[in-house]
């Protein structure tokens, strides 16, 4: 008899109504909005180890008191930080969750509001725009399009708190997830990551585990709940180039010293055409899409008119027939560029140097070292003398075209197969917890860290993005909206509720 109650308690437990984990989510979401508060109010700039320590003891402190063993996991910088608990179902598999809980560097005078790291309350007034409002208003319940500002607080502090948030719910249920639960706290996602890969390499038996669930970033431009397979990786490259040794009178010299700053941009203007299209050979090579991979990109409900009216563009690059297939292939984007003075402290000279910046967005079957070779036999190509270093006195005397070459590789992208086992365990918490499929994404544009996760544990990774779409992430004025914060506590319950 014993038996056959834990049997039907068990099963009751494992049908609760979408409404009840409507209330369920609604109601932790509320009861986290103070510890969401704090976290928020903790600068998280890795650029600065003694406040991103605070950040790591507030997390340790948070996953210890539900439960959790927690480890960090040294680099040659800050830690990682590694919690772990453990299912009693025997022959569970272990699931991997991660975290990052640094952001973006500020620049406080274009927040409307104090300071970037005290979060307030903002409602949307008509004529107005966003308005601040007392924190107290929350009080008498979430408001879901009200939005909280904050650094972080989508990226990704509002995902993590939510993630504390649904195990809280979970204790309410009586339930534990079945499968064993280890998270990974990122503290320098923002930087690149740049220790993570030797990190996953020296930790990988604490890190072991059957797939990796990646809680960060917005969801589909529609706001619908989504889940993202893959993502791009990225690449850096620096290019200067040099003029005369020092700036010079434009009227003395003018028609007689090159130019620098029109070097660099012949030089530019030449690795695309007017389509936007790469004109480096080989820069596309390896990329095909037959017509599966077409109709699952077709799936997703982009409104192509929406997205150039939001980024207000007449026309986009022709890369590809829509934005989806344009995501699966490698991007080369000029980031920046500087050379000589404008504005008011505009002044007649030939500047003596010239630089731009490069990034590199890359897929799955782009090798950033063969891209950035070919960049560099482009650059060789056009009659430059390529350096690793500023030219001294006598390599400007000797060579006519000079230009600096740096690079870097952050991280690859990575892509898991959208019927794969951890595709369909996810789409089926989805589906639990709001009634029809999530919006699928093959290939995300951004970049996170994880194919070091992919390639050393040899494990599938998904992404769950869960913030709104419009939330300024790295921008002033970075916000989350609260009907998405409560969503996001909706899905992480769903999830840890399923079995994998």
């Not at 809280?168 to 993570?196: N, Q, R």
């Not at 993502?231 to 003018?254: C, E, K, M, N």
């Not at 009216?309 to 292939?329: C, F, H, M, S």
Request: net charge negative.
């Amino acid at each position: 008899m014993k038996y056959l109650l834990t049997i039907t308690l068990a099963f009751f437990a494992s049908v609760v109504p979408a409404q009840n984990l409507d209330d369920l989510a609604n109601r932790h979401a509320f009861q986290s909005l103070d510890e969401f508060r704090e976290l928020l109010s903790i600068p998280c700039d890795a650029h600065f180890p003694e406040d991103i320590e605070k950040n790591v003891q507030w997390c340790e402190t948070a996953f210890t008191k539900r439960g959790f063993t927690t480890k960090r996991l040294e680099t040659a910088t800050v830690p990682l930080l590694l919690a772990e608990r453990k299912t009693s179902r025997p022959n569970a598999k272990t699931v991997l969750a991660y975290l990052q809980i640094d952001g973006q560097p500020v620049d406080p005078q274009f927040w409307f509001q104090e300071s970037p790291w005290i979060p307030v309350l903002k409602k949307e007034v008509e004529g107005e725009g966003w308005v601040e409002i007392p924190w107290d208003n929350l009080r008498k319940g979430i408001n879901p399009d009200w939005r909280i500002f904050a650094r972080g607080a989508s990226d990704a502090k509002g995902p993590a708190v939510a993630f504390l948030a649904a195990l809280d719910a979970m204790k309410t249920l009586g339930e534990e997830p079945p499968y064993h639960l280890k998270v990974i706290m990122d503290f320098e996602e923002e930087l690149g990551s740049p220790h993570l890969p030797k990190a996953v390499e020296e930790f990988r038996k604490d890190l072991a585990a059957d797939v990796l669930v990646i809680f960060d970033g917005p969801r589909h431009v529609s706001n619908q709940p989504t889940l993202s397979f893959g993502a791009r990786g990225i690449a850096d490259v620096t290019l200067t180039v040099y003029g005369p040794t020092f700036p010079q009178h434009s009227g003395h010299y003018g028609n007689y010293c090159p130019n620098p700053a029109l070097r660099l941009s012949q030089l530019l203007a030449g690795m695309k055409d007017e389509q936007g299209r790469v004109t480096i050979p080989g820069f596309y090579d390896g990329i095909f899409m037959d017509e599966k991979t077409r109709t699952t990109l077709a799936q997703v409900p982009d409104d192509e008119n929406f997205i150039k009216t939001k980024l207000g563009i007449a026309r986009p690059d022709a890369v590809a027939p829509n934005l989806q297939e344009a995501l699966q292939y490698p991007s080369l984007n000029i980031r920046g560029m500087s050379s000589g003075w404008v504005g008011e402290a505009a002044r007649t000279i030939i500047p003596s140097t010239a630089t731009a910046e490069i990034d590199i967005r890359l897929v799955l079957e782009s090798d950033p070292e063969r891209l950035i070779g070919l960049i560099r036999k482009y650059v060789e190509d056009q009659g430059y003398t390529i350096l690793d270093h500023a030219p001294d006195s006598r390599e400007r005397v000797q060579f006519d075209k000079i230009c600096r070459f740096d690079y870097s590789v952050s991280y690859r992208a990575f892509r898991t197969e959208l019927d794969s086992p951890a595709g369909l365990w996810l789409s089926r918490a989805m589906v639990k917890a709001f009634g029809s499929e999530p919006v699928k994404i093959r290939t995300a544009g951004g970049s996170i860290p994880i194919s070091p996760f992919v390639n050393t544990l040899g494990i599938p990774a998904v992404a769950v993005p869960t913030v709104n779409p419009d939330n300024n992430q790295h921008s002033p004025n970075e916000n989350i909206r609260l009907g998405n914060y409560v969503d996001a506590v909706k899905t992480v319950v769903a999830i840890l509720r399923e079995g994998f």
